[in-house]
């Protein structure tokens, strides 16, 4: 696997240090998951439970071994510090100096060891006004913009239903690492690397942004409606919603010529993409006269006949049973020791060469600490010391 090789000692905690971690760990990356006693927090997440187990431990944490050590005790620390030793990366997701008041922040461990990388995930960051404040998934997409362009106009305020502020900075995290990691491999140079909630969700306002510096208007939640783009929404069907996805002229003419809506072509309000996006609650109404008189299983036939993209809009249960994600490798299975058999997502990204692999359920608390410590130098007296 492309990361093989690569060790890195994860204090991260529920999601966004987690996901990051994940994505390391998929692409083989050894990561040991450092916990304390009590486990990370997402481990009493739920419902649903699997035996006893989160779900949302589960499925955020594959691929990883798990080592308790109290870092509150002096002997926790000096583990993680032997340990930070020896690895390629540390991670971690406390508020702001949390890890400098316990003498393990990036200074600390770069000392002796600067080939070390050190990411640290926060809710706003390491340094500016807000460095110190608790950051939530929730308070990220409403100060990133995010809620005030989602849901309908005139809607009270809706996140983004995902956890889009947590994932989004484990991704850019991950991203970081693996940019630091190319650097490291050139120069022999560790380095620091941050990475905030607040700074990932404003990172993926990218059209919402555009909007704001090339009009001067303040965007406006859309509801399905792309923002730069018509017809580009769900439209009304007889027995439901499809998504059409017409992105260029070429497609537009296509699709009123193939279902009879010549005269929308010589509608001045529709001439084009910029007539279509100022007028698009006008022509969401027009298509609809005509998208509501089939089902949206006809609808899909005929767009995949006509060549207009079009899809259709699956609750969670449906996308796994979709051929394609399935045949994609989008669902895979693992057994745990308590959960049994379960359910993981497949990797998004494939690789010709060094493919990734799910191939470890998430660890039981502490399941790999004797094993892990052992392998690190740490001396079965040390090992038992530390459970006590």
């Not at 409606?225 to 296509?254: C, D, K």
Request: charged letters at 20%; a negative charge; glycine letters at 10%.
């Amino acid at each position: 696997m492309p990361l093989e090789g690569m060790i890195v000692l994860d204090a991260t905690q529920v999601m966004a240090g987690p996901f990051c971690t994940l994505l390391l760990a998929d692409m083989g990356a050894e990561v040991i998951k450092v916990e304390k006693p009590a486990g990370d927090d997402s481990r009493r997440i739920g419902p649903p439970f699997i035996k006893g187990e989160s779900a949302a431990y589960l499925g955020v944490n594959r691929n990883k071994k798990s080592v308790v050590l109290d870092l509150r005790t002096d002997a926790g620390k000096d583990a993680f510090k032997r340990l930070a030793a020896q690895v390629d990366v540390v991670a971690e997701n406390y508020r702001p100096g949390t890890m400098e008041r316990l003498g393990l922040g990036p200074e600390a461990l770069r000392v002796n060891h600067p080939q070390l990388i050190y990411v640290s995930i926060s809710g706003f960051g390491q340094t500016g006004p807000y460095a110190s404040r608790p950051g939530y998934d929730l308070v990220a997409q409403g100060m990133s913009g995010m809620m005030s362009v989602t849901g309908h106009p005139d809607s009270a305020p809706i996140k983004v239903s995902i956890p889009i502020g947590d994932l989004s900075a484990g991704m850019f995290a991950a991203y970081g690492v693996l940019s630091a990691y190319i650097h490291r491999l050139k120069t022999g140079q560790g380095q620091i690397v941050e990475t905030s909630l607040l700074e990932s969700a404003i990172a993926l306002t990218v059209w919402e942004s555009a909007e704001l510096w090339g009009s001067g208007r303040t965007p406006e939640p859309k509801g399905s409606a792309h923002r730069m783009v018509a017809p580009y929404q769900a439209l009304v069907t007889s027995n439901g919603y499809v998504n059409f996805a017409i992105g260029n002229q070429a497609i537009w003419e296509r699709f009123c010529n193939a279902v009879g809506l010549e005269t929308l072509l010589d509608d001045p309000r529709f001439l084009s993409n910029p007539e279509r996006v100022n007028h698009h609650q006008e022509l969401a109404a027009e298509l609809e006269r005509t998208t509501i008189k089939k089902t949206s299983a006809e609808w899909l036939v005929l767009c995949q006949e006509i060549g207009v993209p079009a899809g259709p809009i699956y609750d969670m249960a449906q996308v796994y049973q979709d051929p394609h994600v399935i045949e994609r490798g989008m669902i895979q299975q693992l057994d745990h020791p308590i959960a049994g058999l379960i359910n993981h997502i497949g990797l998004p990204v494939k690789m010709s060469l060094t493919p990734g692999q799910v191939r470890m359920p998430a660890p039981t608390l502490g399941q790999h600490t004797a094993q892990v410590l052992a392998r690190f130098g740490f001396s079965s007296s040390d090992i038992a010391n530390l459970s006590n």
